[in-house]
């Protein structure tokens, strides 16, 4: 938990963090499965960690779209949308890999990760 919390406060990748966090080289990040209401438990938690040290920034951050949506940028467009419910089925009843979902669904793992973490349930 400690580790999943730096990563969402300071945005860092797992090989990244300091001391007894980081991830040995060569080691896959363990998969972690939180119900919304975790989620939200543990952003209320870091929430309130940063306020007690004065820091007056959200949880995570990320830029508004519209600083670089003029620009030709490579790779695949997040605006793609999920179909939430298929990568579900996929990833439960299916027991399929992050990656092999993403594959499946042709987006990346980040993307994935990244709508089941904000919830963003859009269909293609």
Same mark, same amino acid.
């Given at each position: ?10 945005? !860092?990748?797992?090989?990244? =963090? #300091?001391?007894?966090?980081? /991830?040995?080289?060569? *080691?896959?990040?363990?998969? @972690? =499965? /939180? ?6 438990? %543990?952003?209320?938690?870091? *929430? ?10 959200? &949880?995570?951050?990320?830029? !508004?779209?519209?600083? =670089?949506? +003029?620009?030709? @940028?490579?790779?695949?467009?997040? $605006?793609? &949308?999920?179909?939430? *419910?298929?990568?579900?089925? @996929? ?6 890999? #992050? *990656?092999? =979902? ?8 980040? +993307? ?5 973490? $904000?919830?963003?349930? %859009?269909?293609?």
């Amino acid at each position: 938990m400690r580790r999943f919390l730096f990563q969402r406060i300071t945005g !860092s990748d797992p090989y990244a =963090v #300091p001391g007894a966090l980081r /991830l040995p080289n060569g *080691a896959r990040e363990p998969l @972690l =499965v /939180l119900t919304t209401a975790e989620l939200n438990a %543990l952003d209320e938690h870091a *929430a309130n960690y940063l306020a007690a040290r004065d820091i007056n920034e959200p &949880v995570t951050w990320s830029p !508004s779209l519209s600083l =670089v949506q +003029h620009f030709d @940028l490579p790779g695949l467009r997040t $605006t793609t &949308v999920l179909d939430a *419910a298929r990568a579900a089925d @996929l990833l439960r009843t299916q027991q399929m890999s #992050p *990656a092999a =979902v993403a594959r499946e669904l042709d987006t990346s793992e980040e +993307h994935l990760r990244l709508a089941f973490e $904000t919830r963003l349930w %859009l269909r293609r």
